[in-house]
Protein backbone atom coordinates (compact mmCIF):
# COMPACT_ATOMS: atom_id res chain seq x y z
CA UNK A 1 0.00 0.00 0.00
CA UNK A 2 1.69 3.31 -1.30
CA UNK A 3 1.29 6.35 0.54
CA UNK A 4 2.27 9.18 3.24
CA UNK A 5 2.04 8.27 6.63
CA UNK A 6 2.25 10.89 9.86
CA UNK A 7 2.11 10.49 13.13
CA UNK A 8 1.43 11.25 15.73
CA UNK A 9 -2.35 12.29 14.79
CA UNK A 10 -2.42 14.10 17.76
CA UNK A 11 0.93 15.60 19.43
CA UNK A 12 0.39 17.82 22.79
CA UNK A 13 3.27 19.77 23.86
CA UNK A 14 3.85 22.05 26.83
CA UNK A 15 5.12 25.38 26.18
CA UNK A 16 9.26 25.34 26.08
CA UNK A 17 9.46 22.05 24.58
CA UNK A 18 10.82 20.96 21.32
CA UNK A 19 8.31 18.17 18.84
CA UNK A 20 9.14 16.18 16.04
CA UNK A 21 6.66 15.41 13.87
CA UNK A 22 7.12 12.27 11.66
CA UNK A 23 6.34 12.25 7.65
CA UNK A 24 7.10 9.35 5.77
CA UNK A 25 6.48 8.14 2.16
CA UNK A 26 6.93 5.15 0.42
CA UNK A 27 6.07 6.48 -3.40
CA UNK A 28 9.56 6.84 -4.53
CA UNK A 29 8.78 10.95 -4.47
CA UNK A 30 11.57 12.97 -4.95
CA UNK A 31 10.60 16.10 -2.99
CA UNK A 32 8.91 16.65 0.43
CA UNK A 33 6.67 19.62 1.57
CA UNK A 34 5.84 20.77 5.27
CA UNK A 35 3.00 23.07 5.30
CA UNK A 36 0.83 24.53 8.30
CA UNK A 37 -3.16 25.29 7.94
CA UNK A 38 -4.28 27.57 10.80
CA UNK A 39 -8.71 27.70 10.89
CA UNK A 40 -10.16 29.02 8.55
CA UNK A 41 -6.76 30.01 6.27
CA UNK A 42 -5.23 27.91 3.26
CA UNK A 43 -1.79 26.38 3.78
CA UNK A 44 1.29 27.96 4.93
CA UNK A 45 4.33 26.16 3.18
CA UNK A 46 7.34 25.95 5.92
CA UNK A 47 9.95 23.75 4.07
CA UNK A 48 10.62 21.62 1.29
CA UNK A 49 13.11 19.62 -0.08
CA UNK A 50 13.84 18.47 -3.90
CA UNK A 51 16.61 15.83 -3.02
CA UNK A 52 18.34 13.94 0.22
CA UNK A 53 20.31 15.89 2.04
CA UNK A 54 18.98 19.37 1.06
CA UNK A 55 16.37 21.22 1.96
CA UNK A 56 14.64 24.91 1.21
CA UNK A 57 13.01 27.83 3.85
CA UNK A 58 9.35 28.53 2.89
CA UNK A 59 7.34 31.38 4.04
CA UNK A 60 6.77 30.47 7.79
CA UNK A 61 10.03 28.57 8.68
CA UNK A 62 10.96 30.59 11.57
CA UNK A 63 11.01 28.30 14.62
CA UNK A 64 10.96 24.97 12.86
CA UNK A 65 14.00 23.00 11.57
CA UNK A 66 14.03 20.11 9.45
CA UNK A 67 16.21 16.63 7.93
CA UNK A 68 16.34 15.21 4.78
CA UNK A 69 18.53 12.15 5.58
CA UNK A 70 16.35 9.58 3.56
CA UNK A 71 14.41 9.93 0.58
CA UNK A 72 11.33 8.53 2.51
CA UNK A 73 11.69 10.70 5.48
CA UNK A 74 11.44 14.25 6.03
CA UNK A 75 10.50 15.03 9.74
CA UNK A 76 9.58 18.66 11.00
CA UNK A 77 11.11 19.62 14.75
CA UNK A 78 8.75 22.58 16.10
CA UNK A 79 11.05 24.31 18.73
CA UNK A 80 10.39 26.42 21.62
CA UNK A 81 11.13 29.30 19.47
CA UNK A 82 8.26 28.68 17.47
CA UNK A 83 5.21 31.55 19.51
CA UNK A 84 2.09 30.18 18.14
CA UNK A 85 2.59 26.52 17.25
CA UNK A 86 -1.10 24.88 17.67
CA UNK A 87 -2.08 24.12 14.26
CA UNK A 88 -2.81 21.25 12.02
CA UNK A 89 0.88 20.02 10.12
CA UNK A 90 0.36 18.96 6.89
CA UNK A 91 3.08 16.79 4.81
CA UNK A 92 3.20 15.80 1.34
CA UNK A 93 5.17 14.78 -1.19
CA UNK A 94 5.81 14.72 -4.98
CA UNK A 95 6.84 12.92 -7.57
CA UNK A 96 9.76 14.03 -9.98
CA UNK A 97 10.93 17.93 -10.93
CA UNK A 98 8.60 19.63 -13.12
CA UNK A 99 5.77 21.71 -12.66
CA UNK A 100 3.16 19.65 -13.73
CA UNK A 101 3.87 17.18 -11.03
CA UNK A 102 0.86 17.14 -7.94
CA UNK A 103 1.31 17.15 -4.26
CA UNK A 104 -0.13 14.03 -2.36
CA UNK A 105 -0.97 14.77 1.21
CA UNK A 106 -0.52 12.77 4.58
CA UNK A 107 -3.29 12.44 6.79
CA UNK A 108 -1.75 15.49 9.03
CA UNK A 109 -0.92 15.70 12.40
CA UNK A 110 -2.63 18.02 14.90
CA UNK A 111 -0.24 19.60 17.88
CA UNK A 112 -1.93 21.32 20.29
CA UNK A 113 0.18 23.62 23.16
CA UNK A 114 -0.59 23.31 26.61
CA UNK B 1 4.68 35.98 -1.94
CA UNK B 2 2.56 34.87 -5.05
CA UNK B 3 -0.84 35.44 -4.00
CA UNK B 4 -4.24 33.05 -4.97
CA UNK B 5 -7.53 34.50 -3.86
CA UNK B 6 -10.79 32.55 -3.88
CA UNK B 7 -14.33 33.60 -3.54
CA UNK B 8 -15.31 33.65 -0.28
CA UNK B 9 -18.13 31.54 0.84
CA UNK B 10 -19.28 29.52 2.35
CA UNK B 11 -21.31 28.52 -0.35
CA UNK B 12 -24.62 26.89 -0.46
CA UNK B 13 -26.48 24.59 -3.41
CA UNK B 14 -29.09 22.79 -3.67
CA UNK B 15 -28.55 19.03 -4.34
CA UNK B 16 -28.53 18.67 -7.61
CA UNK B 17 -27.47 22.18 -8.58
CA UNK B 18 -24.37 23.05 -10.04
CA UNK B 19 -21.43 24.38 -7.54
CA UNK B 20 -19.16 27.04 -8.80
CA UNK B 21 -15.70 28.23 -7.31
CA UNK B 22 -13.72 30.84 -8.53
CA UNK B 23 -9.93 31.53 -8.10
CA UNK B 24 -7.26 34.37 -9.30
CA UNK B 25 -4.13 34.00 -8.79
CA UNK B 26 -1.28 36.80 -9.32
CA UNK B 27 1.68 35.34 -10.59
CA UNK B 28 1.30 35.35 -14.33
CA UNK B 29 4.17 32.47 -14.59
CA UNK B 30 2.41 30.46 -13.10
CA UNK B 31 2.27 27.15 -15.13
CA UNK B 32 0.05 24.66 -13.11
CA UNK B 33 -3.37 24.93 -11.34
CA UNK B 34 -4.67 22.25 -8.81
CA UNK B 35 -7.66 22.00 -6.96
CA UNK B 36 -8.24 19.98 -3.62
CA UNK B 37 -10.93 19.11 -1.15
CA UNK B 38 -10.59 18.42 2.19
CA UNK B 39 -13.07 17.60 4.60
CA UNK B 40 -13.34 19.02 7.75
CA UNK B 41 -10.96 18.03 10.12
CA UNK B 42 -9.04 16.10 7.35
CA UNK B 43 -6.21 16.30 5.00
CA UNK B 44 -6.60 17.97 1.25
CA UNK B 45 -7.10 15.27 -1.55
CA UNK B 46 -6.62 16.20 -5.40
CA UNK B 47 -9.51 16.19 -7.70
CA UNK B 48 -8.53 18.13 -10.28
CA UNK B 49 -5.54 19.43 -12.27
CA UNK B 50 -5.25 21.59 -15.23
CA UNK B 51 -2.24 23.31 -17.09
CA UNK B 52 -3.78 24.69 -20.22
CA UNK B 53 -6.09 27.07 -21.16
CA UNK B 54 -9.91 25.78 -21.66
CA UNK B 55 -11.61 22.89 -19.95
CA UNK B 56 -11.31 20.00 -18.69
CA UNK B 57 -13.79 17.37 -17.32
CA UNK B 58 -13.22 14.87 -15.13
CA UNK B 59 -16.71 12.66 -13.69
CA UNK B 60 -18.96 15.72 -12.30
CA UNK B 61 -15.93 17.84 -11.91
CA UNK B 62 -15.18 20.78 -14.82
CA UNK B 63 -12.08 22.62 -14.27
CA UNK B 64 -11.72 26.33 -16.28
CA UNK B 65 -8.34 27.98 -17.03
CA UNK B 66 -7.95 31.56 -18.55
CA UNK B 67 -4.50 32.28 -18.36
CA UNK B 68 -4.87 35.37 -19.53
CA UNK B 69 -7.24 36.63 -17.18
CA UNK B 70 -5.35 34.61 -14.38
CA UNK B 71 -8.33 33.11 -13.31
CA UNK B 72 -9.06 29.26 -12.49
CA UNK B 73 -12.60 28.23 -11.82
CA UNK B 74 -14.32 24.43 -10.55
CA UNK B 75 -17.44 23.24 -11.63
CA UNK B 76 -19.34 21.11 -9.13
CA UNK B 77 -22.42 19.14 -11.70
CA UNK B 78 -25.11 17.65 -9.86
CA UNK B 79 -24.01 18.51 -6.58
CA UNK B 80 -24.59 15.58 -3.97
CA UNK B 81 -24.16 15.84 0.04
CA UNK B 82 -21.16 14.48 -0.37
CA UNK B 83 -19.40 17.05 -2.08
CA UNK B 84 -19.92 19.68 1.17
CA UNK B 85 -16.29 20.36 1.65
CA UNK B 86 -13.67 23.07 1.71
CA UNK B 87 -12.32 23.45 -1.88
CA UNK B 88 -8.79 24.96 -2.31
CA UNK B 89 -7.29 26.17 -5.14
CA UNK B 90 -3.66 25.26 -5.65
CA UNK B 91 -0.83 27.28 -8.16
CA UNK B 92 2.36 26.58 -9.00
CA UNK B 93 4.40 29.76 -8.24
CA UNK B 94 6.69 28.77 -11.18
CA UNK B 95 9.77 28.80 -8.23
CA UNK B 96 11.24 25.68 -7.41
CA UNK B 97 7.61 24.05 -8.31
CA UNK B 98 6.08 25.59 -4.96
CA UNK B 99 2.53 25.52 -4.62
CA UNK B 100 0.44 28.61 -3.47
CA UNK B 101 -2.60 28.18 -1.59
CA UNK B 102 -5.70 30.10 -1.62
CA UNK B 103 -7.97 30.07 2.15
CA UNK B 104 -10.58 27.55 0.47
CA UNK B 105 -13.86 28.02 -0.11
CA UNK B 106 -16.72 25.91 1.89
CA UNK B 107 -19.69 24.51 0.18
CA UNK B 108 -22.42 23.32 1.85
CA UNK B 109 -25.17 21.02 -0.24
CA UNK B 110 -28.33 20.79 1.11
CA UNK B 111 -30.22 17.86 0.26
Known amino acids: DGGITQSPKYLFRKEGQNVTLSCEQN?????MYWYRQDPGQGLRLIYY???????QKGDIAEGYSVSREKKESFPLTVTSAQKNPTAFYLC?????????????FGPGTRLTVL | QKEVEQNSGPLSVPEGAIASLNCTYSDRGSQSFFWYRQYSGKSPELIMF????GDKEDGRFTAQLNKASQYVSLLIRDSQPSDSATYLCAVNSGDDYKLSFGAGTTVTVRA
Open chain 1, 49 to 55: SQIVNDF
Open chain 1, 92 to 104: ASRRGQGAYNEQF
Open chain 1, 27 to 31: LNHDA
Open chain 2, 50 to 53: IYSN
